[in-house]
């Protein structure tokens, strides 16, 4: 079991000065209290005010704490009683003792239920390492970053998922989001991305890859229950970088777009054919096509989830992604994405709406040395 010492360490406030103003209010709300009740005439009577010190207390200090400062408020009830004879001190005593008293076990509540938070969290944790693990930063030519932000900050894994892996046939890449919300999308992208692990290696055709991925997908959203499986449809996107060529084969089943940077020239590459997304085949048939573009070295590729162009500001209008990447064309792929999460946080005014994945890829010129 984890003390109250280190939980209280652990879940205050993060800013240094203002941490340690809200640590220490209770002791400022005590003094203040007591400096009223000394300063003014009796008849206003300030010291009734002080049962709210280890009430404010409860809400930030460990058990022990609370009751030493509820019985230091009431020493200074007793106090005051040698000073004004009349302050029914009696009465005020015994609501500090209760107050107190009810103080202490809300915070041991309160203690409980962050080390329960805590180790959910230290799972959530460790699911999303198992999820969305560290991808290589550079496999032979092509270096790769991403970024996963979710929408909630207590939140640590969702729907949108990511992957990358090195096969004899290049250097494929995964990108999707499951539609729907909860454990259920959760399951769905992880087995969309274990079966895009397992048959990576093995499938020369990157459409094959993708009807693997429609079966594993319907057999997962067929073992939940009924009223659960029209949110088990995802859009997918699948990158093949070949190893040693000039190009990228796309095959995109419903996603954004990827955007390229050459340059300063700035393309979005729309699919020439519309592909079906993954579990919606019995709806839309199996149909999937795979484009072709330029990737030389210098070249940079943006892949991401829609919760990048769906950022609205206050206005209502939509993060202008292909607007922005020319403003920063010439950002190596961690600096865009880290320019792209700060930037997206100031548009949605600090609070994002959706899950927001996003792949940066940059073809490297052969023999460049490592930054």
Not at 154 to 162: E, K, L, M, N, S
Not at 274 to 286: E, H, K, Q
Request: hydrophobic share 45%; aromatic share 8%.
């Amino acid at each position: 079991m984890i003390s109250s010492g280190r939980l209280w360490r652990r879940h205050r406030p993060s800013s240094g000065g203002q941490r340690e103003a809200v640590l220490l209010s209770p002791v400022i709300v005590t003094v203040f209290i007591a400096g009223l009740a000394l300063s003014t005439p009796r008849e206003i009577a300030f010291s009734r005010l002080l049962p709210a010190a280890p009430a404010l207390a409860a809400a930030l200090w460990p058990v022990l704490p609370t009751v030493l400062l509820g019985t230091f408020c009431l020493l200074i009830m007793i106090g005051l009683s040698f000073v004004y004879s009349d302050l029914g001190t009696p009465y005020t005593a015994a609501a500090i003792i209760a107050v107190t008293s009810a103080a202490a076990y809300a915070s041991h509540l309160r203690l409980q239920r962050e080390e329960t938070l805590f180790q959910v969290r230290l799972v959530a944790d460790a699911a999303q390492k198992v999820l969305l693990r560290p991808l290589p930063r550079r496999v032979r030519d092509v270096e790769i970053e991403s970024l996963y932000l979710a929408a909630q900050e207590q939140a640590r894994i969702g729907g949108d998922f990511y992957e990358a892996v090195d096969t004899p046939y290049g250097v494929r890449l995964l990108i999707g989001d499951v539609r729907g919300k909860g454990l259920s999308a959760v399951g769905a992208a992880s087995a969309v991305i274990n079966c895009f692990r397992e048959n990576a290696y093995d499938q020369p055709d990157i459409r094959a890859i993708v009807r693997r991925l429609q079966i594993t997908i319907s057999r997962y959203s067929a073992a939940v229950p009924a009223d659960d499986q029209a949110e088990h449809f995802a859009t997918a996107l699948i990158a093949e970088i070949p190893h040693g060529s000039g190009h990228v084969r796309i095959l995109n089943c419903g996603h954004p777009p990827p955007v390229f940077v050459r340059g300063a020239e700035i393309q979005v590459l729309e699919p020439t054919l519309a592909s079906t997304p993954l579990n919606l085949s019995a709806l839309l048939g199996d149909h999937y096509y795979v484009d072709t573009a330029a990737f030389v070295p210098g070249d940079r590729m943006l892949l991401y989830t829609d919760g990048v162009t769906e950022t609205r500001d206050r206005a209502g209008e939509f993060f202008p992604l292909a607007d922005w990447a020319r403003r920063h064309h010439q950002a190596p792929p961690r600096e865009l994405l880290d320019r792209l999460h700060a930037d997206l946080l100031h548009y949605a005014g600090g609070r994002l709406d959706d899950d927001i994945a996003a792949l940066a890829v940059r073809r490297r010129h052969t023999g460049a040395p490592e930054r």
